[in-house]
């Protein structure tokens, strides 16, 4: 009943043309562009492996294979559990936590010097260039990456001329360009809800806890800090979320002996062509993000709605 | 508390370093690649300035095919992002409030789920929908220009929402009833009223739309299908074989990009010396007041050096030819091969003496002061056919024949230290 006198305020307001447009376009895109998808997706990670013409037939029932494959391996593997894959699993979201935390330290003390100081033409073009590159193609940023952290690459030869090191050193294996590339991808997006927040904080609060005689780090600690904490939660969950998700930066800086598990899902769409353990495996990434955030979100008191400010 | 506060100082400057290094440094890098000559970009050593990277890639029938097919499926993708979050942003401000943080929660989730997972979202669906209607492989829906535009238009739909949901916050809806109350029709009062009113937000959304979409890899990867985009290019590019006409692109794309911001913010600059003046936007922007501009507005002067240095470079890139430079480059290189070949050689050569040497010793002691004596009468003839002297008396002869070049390697095994050795014993 009520319902239904919603609906009829809602065209009132919006008359019948306007009001039936907005609400197509709406339903389009939370119904058949999100919703239905990742149901279709989360169905089918249930499904057998079959050839497109037995699809819809007698053998596509119901099944829990591809995450048992997930956890305990193919069947008759050698260890009960399925090590390769959990272990990456494991190590990209710990990975993915890495960088999280390393962009936060790098971006809090930039993000409190450019939202405490007023504007100016200096400020602004500050802004400009953290700007710049994010909007650079992601690939363009890691092949950067590669040029400067690869055998013959830039750090690598000047520590040679330098005499720092007699053999260049491997920073594709040991992740060293990786990490850096993947914190590189998505500083911006912990940087600018951290501004944004602190840019709002009233200066005098500041003021205060210092004539009150309380120290840099304690001004930060209670003061600070506190009020940005939207700022950085939202900043923490994209971050998260983006690395643990990347595919490209693994794809081109990961070493040949580590894994990103999306990969591990791209190789299963592709060249592994079983695309129902594909969108299992994508479903699990999906979740154990998902539980992550929330429960950070929950540890840190912050609601979803501060998300994207 | 003074030299405290000159200490902060320092340390903040050097954090501000660290930090723009970080996040500038490789992008110079890259772009200075594009302008040195070995065919696998580096900084270091760098060889010679040339421009043959950028005529590489303008060549490069892929990159080509893939930029269009990046403003194709851009052009959907903006369309389609634009009016669904333009439409879910007013239904932000309409629905009934119980349900509004589930839906605010609903549309906001595609910014945070991995684009891995939206691609494959996006293709697993519209197979199993084009599978209901039993259409065929090769129908629309497993079209990858189709595909891709819904995929990304998921996401990039919440940003655009995002930047409507700010500006709509400032919109005063009483001018929508005002309007209504006289006479207007909903569609009139939309388009009059609100359209103009979020016409620089519909903008921005729209710019920043083509943007993500044009760099977007990680659902374009799974639902491209035959029509790769730019981005697709370039990673398949990077991971199997890189040169620098990727660096050549890159720096195209940087130059663009610092042209377009410089040009926005000189453009809110006036904005705002408009808004300070009172008088209306079109008055500053209309009158040419270059000097005014200029002053105390640092992003214009860059953007004009920027221009000048750009022509000047396009000029100079006509002029100049690397082609002697790399000659000398590929000289040095062969010297340096010569003396590396020259090393061996002597070692060689050392080997084998000392080979002969150990050679009569075991033979017994009373003999053993003859070789003593031959050796340095050997060194001499070693000396006299040193593959050194050989080699500087060989490119004498390579002017003349310059077909024979291959010959030369033919010439230095004829004269090479073995068959020296070799002939050397019969001489004596």
């Not at chain 2, 480059?329 to 050689?345: D, M, S, W």
Request: include cysteine; charged fraction near 15%; glycine fraction near 8%.
């Amino acid at each position: 009943m009520k319902a239904a006198q919603l609906i009829r305020d809602y065209f009132v307001k919006n008359g019948l043309g306007l009001g039936s447009f907005l609400l197509v376009a709406v339903l389009f895109w939370v119904v058949i562009l999100i919703v239905l998808p990742q149901l279709s997706m989360l169905d089918f990670s249930f499904r057998h492996h079959l050839p497109p013409p037995e699809m819809g037939g007698p053998k596509d029932t119901y099944t829990i294979e591809h995450y048992k494959y997930l956890v305990l391996g193919a069947p008759g593997a050698d260890t009960s559990y399925n090590v390769v894959d959990l272990g990456v699993f494991g190590r990209t979201l710990l990975a993915a936590f890495f960088v999280t935390i390393l962009d936060l330290v790098l971006c809090y003390p930039l993000a409190y010097y450019l939202g405490q100081s007023r504007g100016g033409g200096a400020i602004r073009i500050l802004v400009l260039l953290l700007i710049i590159p994010y909007w650079i193609n992601e690939i363009l940023r890691a092949f950067a990456f590669r040029i400067i952290f690869g055998e013959s690459g830039l750090i690598n030869e000047m520590m040679l001329t330098m005499g720092l090191i007699s053999d260049p050193v491997d920073f594709i294996r040991a992740n060293v360009a990786l990490y850096a590339g993947l914190g590189y991808a998505y500083i911006l997006l912990m940087i600018f809800p951290i501004y944004n927040v602190i840019e709002s904080l009233d200066r005098n609060q500041i003021e205060a806890a210092r004539d009150m005689g309380a120290s840099w780090w304690r001004i930060h600690w209670r003061v600070v800090i506190p009020y940005a904490k939207p700022g950085i939660s939202s900043g923490c969950t994209m971050v998260f979320m983006l690395s643990a998700g990347a595919l490209a930066a693994p794809q081109i800086l990961g070493g040949p002996s580590s894994l990103w598990f999306t990969q591990i899902i791209y190789q299963w769409f592709n060249t592994g062509g079983n695309w129902p353990r594909g969108a299992a495996f994508a479903v699990v990434l999906l979740v154990a993000c998902i539980i992550i955030v929330l429960s950070m979100m929950r540890l840190f008191k912050v609601k979803i709605g501060d998300i994207g400010k | 508390m003074k030299t405290n506060s000159l200490l902060l100082k320092v340390l903040l400057g050097a954090y501000l370093v660290v930090f723009f290094g970080y996040l500038l440094g490789p992008l110079i890098v890259m772009s200075f690649t594009a302008f040195n000559s070995p065919s696998f970009p580096k900084l270091t050593p760098w060889e010679c300035l040339t421009f043959e990277w950028f005529d590489v890639l303008a060549n490069d029938e892929r990159i080509l095919n893939g930029i269009e097919n990046s403003i194709i499926i851009g052009i959907g993708t903006v369309i389609l992002s634009v009016i669904m979050g333009l439409a879910g942003a007013l239904m932000l401000t309409q629905i009934w409030p119980k349900l509004r943080a589930t839906y605010y929660t609903i549309v906001i989730a595609p910014i945070l789920i991995p684009g891995v997972v939206l691609g494959i979202s996006t293709l697993v669906f519209w197979d199993r929908i084009s599978i209901m209607l039993g259409m065929s492989t090769g129908g629309i829906l497993h079209n990858g220009i189709f595909l891709t535009i819904l995929g990304q238009s998921t996401f990039i739909a919440s940003y655009c929402m995002l930047v409507f949901i700010a500006r709509l916050q400032r919109f005063d809806t009483g001018l929508t009833e005002a309007a209504l109350d006289l006479g207007a029709t909903h569609v009139q009062a939309f388009r009059k009223i609100l359209l103009p009113f979020m016409k620089p937000a519909i903008g921005s959304a729209a710019v920043l739309a083509f943007l993500a979409s044009f760099e977007n890899y990680n659902t374009t990867t799974f639902t491209f299908g035959k029509y790769p985009t730019l981005t697709i290019e370039l990673a398949q590019k990077v991971r199997y074989g890189i040169n620098p006409s990727i660096s050549a692109l890159a720096f195209i794309i940087i130059v663009l990009t610092v042209i377009g911001a410089l040009a926005h913010e000189i453009y809110r600059r006036r904005q705002q010396l408009a808004l300070a003046n009172g008088a209306p936007v079109s008055a500053v922007a209309g009158s040419f007041q270059l000097p005014k501009i200029l002053s105390g507005n640092p992003a214009a002067i860059i953007l004009i050096l920027l221009t000048l240095g750009g022509a000047s470079t396009i000029w100079f890139a006509q002029s100049y030819s690397p082609d002697s430079c790399k000659m000398d480059v590929r000289e040095q290189k062969r010297l340096i091969q010569e003396e590396r070949i020259k090393a061996i050689r002597e070692k060689r050569q050392l080997n084998i003496q000392q080979k002969q040497h150990q050679g009569p010793d075991v033979f017994g002691g009373s003999k053993s002061t003859a070789p003593a004596t031959q050796s340095p009468g050997k060194g001499a003839f070693g000396n006299v056919f040193d593959p050194g002297n050989l080699d500087k008396s060989a490119p004498a002869p390579k002017p003349e024949k310059p077909v024979t070049s291959p010959g030369k390697g033919a010439f230095g095994d004829v004269f090479s230290p073995q068959n020296l050795d070799k002939a050397a014993p019969k001489e004596d």
